[in-house]
Nanobody, 126 residues
Framework: DVQLQASGGGLVQAGGSLRLSCRTSGFAFGDYAIAWFRQVPGKEREGVSRIDNKEVTVYYDVSVKGRFTISSDNAKNTVYLQMNSLKPEDTAVYYC???????????????????WGQGTQVTVSS
């Protein structure tokens, strides 16, 4: 039974930091790519960052590049998103998602991800 559990959200002031965790189970972690998405009410879910455990590559959306860092702990089957220099526009519900890795295929398109965790709310106050 595939499970992804996101945690670590909260309320932080602008300029602050949070670390999100996505704990996974039920699939071969090393063969999958894990991504973080975020969504605000009334808007589409957008891809934030992705780590491919098979290719050992990372990707960031331009809106977070230089501020967010994605990492993977294979021993714990967990992916982290370290978020620094947070801005009010980072406020959203953050979701983690998984898809089996395809060599050379990097995507942050929501429809291409097969498994999803529940969201965790991140609120950045100005």
């Amino acid at each position: 039974d595939v499970q992804l559990q996101a945690s670590g959200g909260g309320l932080v002031q602008a300029g602050g930091s949070l670390r999100l965790s996505c704990r996974t189970s039920g699939f071969a972690f090393g063969d999958y790519a894990i991504a973080w998405f975020r969504q605000v009410p009334g808007k589409e879910r957008e891809g934030v960052s992705r780590i491919d455990n098979k290719e050992v590559t990372v990707y960031y959306d331009v809106s977070v590049k230089g501020r967010f860092t994605i990492s993977s702990d294979n021993a714990k089957n967990t992916v982290y998103l370290q978020m620094n220099s947070l801005k009010p526009e980072d406020t959203a519900v953050y979701y983690c998602a998984a898809v089996e890795s395809i060599i050379g295929h990097i995507t942050l398109m929501e429809r291409e991800y097969d498994y999803w965790g529940q969201g965790t709310q991140v609120t950045v106050s100005s």
